[in-house]
């Protein structure tokens, strides 16, 4: 065998490994995070059409221009509630026209609307856990 040869055998076989992790991330929620079977529900059966950085999840559009049919909501930017999640994964999305209805059902439904209405709307980096601590040691101090 030639000398470069198996350098390049080596290369052509974790080449598509390492470009295969570039750019992917995973659940971020914490493992004992009452939302986190909820994130991996996401992850799992929303991730390719939707974003949502605390779930790994790059399935929107970043650009107007990179735009398509089936690019669903960003979820960093856009707020969602129990109901409307409920109501969207029963009756697919709001307009009906791409997402399939029952994509989860029964408590997987409620638990991604949970784990939703939890982190959407914030970057994957905030935790609302803390606001919430914040505000009350600002209101105890007078703040």
């Known amino acids: 065998m030639k000398p470069g040869r198996p350098l390049c055998l080596a290369a052509l076989i974790f080449a598509p ?4 992790g570039c750019g992917s991330q995973g659940v971020s929620v914490a493992e004992g995070d009452r939302n ?44 969602e509630e129990v109901d409307q999640v409920l109501y969207a994964i029963r009756n697919g ?16 439904a409620k638990k991604v609307a949970e784990f939703l209405a939890e982190f959407s709307g914030r970057s ?15 209101q105890q101090s007078g703040g």
């Open 93 to 108: 999305g709001f307009s009906g026209a791409i997402m399939p209805e029952n994509i989860v059902v029964g408590e997987d």
């Open 17 to 20: 490994l390492a470009i295969a």
């Open 124 to 138: 994957a980096g905030e935790a609302r856990s803390g606001e919430a601590e914040n505000d009350a040691g600002e």
């Open 36 to 79: 986190r079977e909820g994130a991996v529900l996401f992850s799992q059966n929303c991730a390719g059409c939707h974003t949502l950085d605390v779930a790994g999840a790059q399935g929107s559009a970043t650009k107007i221009a990179d735009r398509e049919r089936v690019d669903g909501p960003n979820f960093n930017t856009r707020k």
